[in-house]
């Protein structure tokens, strides 16, 4: 052999001999920031990366005698594998034959045949994909010809092994590497390479390219994609998970994109797995400290891929341009279900993806979803006007953010200010009242989300009433009034009693049956002279003067999959009396005939579409009357008053999980059935005056099938009967086996619970 000036050696032998010893260069991303990035032109083999493994795995059979002289080798592969089995066992005096598929390019196609070698291609792919195909001809062909040799590439140790050749080259060039990044199919290349390179580099971080519809990582298979080379319909033994720091997903639009970019901007001719390469240390190198180190392994050159990535017509027949292309990648949680451009860090230690919730309820599940989203893997940011407002916010350990939650804008610059807005995987809310401001949020930031607008028009039920009156949905009789003057006239149209009430309140504020028309109008009067609601958002300054429909009321939970409305269950609801209408006892699930359940679910689904929600929670409020259900309210929200808490107990699922979950990017956990019943029943004060004590609570968590009791109130807290959702002043939770069950004890439970109120200016 000879040496260039450069120290390589250029004079091989033999074929095989001359592979490896490849060019390792710098590239000119990353220059601006003095980040040095380096690609590893493993495409500069005779033919491709692959070579590397297929010299390794087949001298090492003929070492030990798995492998005799002029016995056949048979391998599936549809790319460079196929190649370098090919070269170095016809080099070798072996028949090779090729299982591959429809897939394979017409010129490694001709590259096979001209070397010498017998390709079968298998027509359709069988439940396992391609692959899955591809491997039951090789067992066909196996049987056919005794003694023959697999080189089994997905699992064979000497694959990985065959890159320890690559990693001392890289040490020979370079002193220290901090990244190493290369695309993972069968995990050869990449894990090999690392597990040499950590033997003297311990603090390596390496990263792994996978490409959308890949299950490697955890992904959902999806055969029909496109890149070749990377990614795979079976999960390869020789991917070492554990030596993989962070995991990269390109669509193939992305990947094929990013390979025209390499040609255009660095003048490298590449494959799809280089281009995918490419476009992840460029990220990196936007994200590395100057003076650090990155090496990408850029297997194939393009000439496989000319009729393909490179080929303008090939993109216009599969509208490769209408496909997902995200400048930058979304930091999501390993598992994730990915469309686009993501990514993931493995190790716990690693910054976690944000989520984000702009605003919360003060009670219930608003503290709570916090922790649920910190429990998934995700690192929580609240962004809000006044962290102040919610109790039990600083034990949460949560980092809170202050901005104007009401302002698109200004929510969008506090959360660039406090993160990497690529790194937000969900936006949602507990608080009601921000519904469509974390719509509008999400849909900024590129995530999935509820139509705003839809959202809007359900928290508006005077526009509401108007959407499912044209769709011609079963609901009260109304009219909205904005001048008390009318209501009067409004009040004897729909006919009394009525209820009048906000069009944009919720916890049943303001809400009232009124029995005259000077009721009617008393009771508009008082909610338009409320310019601010509790948040301190600007009123509608408008009333629903609707129909008072003396029926069974239901609320039908609900989540939606992309426009399909699933139904969660419905709920038995219990009211105060008139006038006002607070919630006082829930039961789950409700005892409703068949017939009428599924009458009042296609109802309710109607109602979901003709407002035009698809996606997640919603929580309908439902009449039974003579003629069928009647839509009360609209709620794109879980329910309130404890009611996912009552699912949790008799179905084991966490809606409040399945929202974060949902949100981010993940199909929900949903109920399938109920085991047993629960219900709610919550505690009220009889008089007005200041709160004295409870007492009774201890006896009462003593009643067979009694789950919780909280008190809410403290001593000294002025207390009154509720005439909203807020005046309640705690609750008790019971499970049983039957409706009776719950309802019995929660009746003993209470019975035993003495609110003892001081009147005003007493003792």
């Known amino acids: 052999m000879t040496e260039t000036a450069e120290g390589r050696h250029m004079l091989s032998e033999n074929v095989i001999n001359a592979i490896g010893g490849t060019p390792l260069v710098r590239l000119r991303t990353g220059r601006e920031r003095g980040v040095e990035v380096y690609a590893k032109l493993e495409m500069q083999n005779l033919f491709a990366m692959k070579d590397r493994v297929a010299k ?58 001209a070397l010498g070698c017998s390709v079968h291609v298998v027509k359709e792919m069988d439940e396992r994909g391609w692959q899955g195909a591809r491997l039951t001809r090789l067992a066909e062909l196996m049987n056919e010809h005794p003694g023959a040799f697999w080189p089994r590439q997905y699992d064979n140790p000497d694959n990985p092994g065959a890159y320890r050749t690559l990693a001392a080259e890289l040490l020979a060039d370079l002193d220290r590497v901090d990244v190493v990044v290369g695309s993972v199919g069968s995990g050869g290349s990449l894990c090999g390479t690392s597990r040499v390179l950590k033997e003297s580099l311990p603090d390596l971080r390496v990263v792994g390219v996978d490409c959308v519809g890949s299950v490697i990582f955890g992904q959902p298979d999806w055969p029909q994609r496109l890149q070749s080379g990377l990614g795979n319909s079976l999960r390869p033994p020789n991917v070492d998970h554990d030596l993989i720091d962070e995991v990269h997903w390109l669509s193939d639009h992305e990947a094929f994109s990013s390979t025209r970019e390499l040609a255009s901007e660095e003048k490298l001719f590449a494959g799809n797995t280089s281009g995918s390469v490419y476009r992840v240390l460029g990220e990196l190198a936007r994200r ?48 994730t279900p990915v469309s686009a451009w993501s990514y993931a860090h493995t190790r716990e230690e690693d910054p976690r993806p944000r989520f984000v919730f702009v605003e919360s309820n003060t009670t219930g599940t608003g503290m709570l979803a916090l922790g649920v989203a910190r429990r998934l893997g995700y690192e929580p940011l609240l962004l809000t006007a006044d962290p102040g407002r919610y109790a039990g916010f600083e034990e949460t350990g949560c980092q809170a953010v202050r901005c104007d939650t009401d302002d698109l804008d200004d929510l969008l610059g506090a959360l660039g200010r406090a993160c990497d807005p690529h790194t937000v995987a969900g936006v949602t809310t507990t608080s009601e009242f921000y519904l469509a401001t974390a719509a509008r949020l999400a849909g900024a930031l590129g995530l999935a989300a509820e139509d705003p607008e839809a959202v809007a028009g359900c928290r508006d039920k005077g526009r509401l009433r108007r959407t499912l009156a044209e769709a011609g949905v079963r ?8 001048d008390p003057g009318d209501a009067a006239r409004a009040a004897l149209r729909v006919g009394l009693p009525c209820v009048v009430k906000p069009v944009d309140d919720s916890g049943s504020s303001r809400v009232r049956r009124c029995d005259t028309p000077e009721e009617a109008a008393a009771q508009v009067a008082e909610i338009v002279a409320v310019t601010v609601n509790g948040r301190g958002q600007p009123t509608a300054r408008a009333a629903l003067v609707e129909e008072y429909l003396d029926c069974p009321e239901y609320s039908v939970e609900t989540f939606g999959l992309d426009g399909e409305h699933l139904l969660v269950g419905i709920v038995d609801k219990s009211v105060t009396g008139a006038p006002c209408f607070v919630e006082s006892r829930h039961l789950v699930p409700a005892g409703l005939p068949a017939d009428a359940a599924q009458e009042m679910a296609a109802t309710v689904r109607a109602a979901l579409s003709a407002a035009g929600l698809r996606r997640g929670p919603g929580h309908t409020e439902v009449k039974l009357t003579p003629e069928g259900a009647a839509i009360v309210e609209i709620n794109p929200r879980l329910a309130g ?57 201890d006896d009462a968590r003593a009643v067979t099938g009694i789950e919780r009791v909280t008190v809410t ?47 005003s200016g007493g003792r």
């Open 56 to 113: 390794e795995i087949i001298l090492q059979a003929r070492a030990r005698g798995e492998l005799a002289e002029g016995a056949p080798v048979v391998e599936s592969s549809s790319g460079t594998m196929a190649l370098g089995v090919a070269l170095v066992g016809t080099a070798l005096g072996h028949p090779v034959h090729i299982v591959t598929d429809p897939r394979i390019d017409p010129i490694t196609l001709a590259k096979l045949k």
């Open 288 to 335: 590395a400290e100057p003076g650090t180190r990155i090496v990408g392994i850029f297997p194939d050159r393009g000439d496989r891929y000319t009729a393909t990535v490179h080929d303008d017509d090939y993109w216009a027949e599969r509208n490769l341009s209408e496909r997902p292309l995200s400048a930058r990648p979304r930091q999501v949680v390993m598992g």
């Open 475 to 482: 609901q009260p009789a109304f009219e909205v009034v904005r």
């Open 641 to 697: 008053g404890m009611i996912p808490e009552l699912f949790r107990l008799t179905t084991g699922v966490d809606l409040l999980e399945s929202q974060i979950r949902y949100a981010a990017g993940f199909v929900p956990a949903l109920p399938e059935g109920f085991d047993g019943c629960a219900g709610i029943r919550f505690l009220m004060p009889d008089g007005e005056g200041l709160l004295e004590r409870v007492t009774g609570v």
């Open 713 to 759: 109130a403290i001593p000294g807290q002025a207390v009154r009967p509720p005439r909203d959702a807020y005046g309640r002043i705690g609750h008790v939770i019971a499970r049983g086996r039957s409706r009776e069950d719950v309802a019995d004890a929660l009746e003993k439970a209470c019975g035993m619970i003495r609110v003892e109120v001081a009147e």
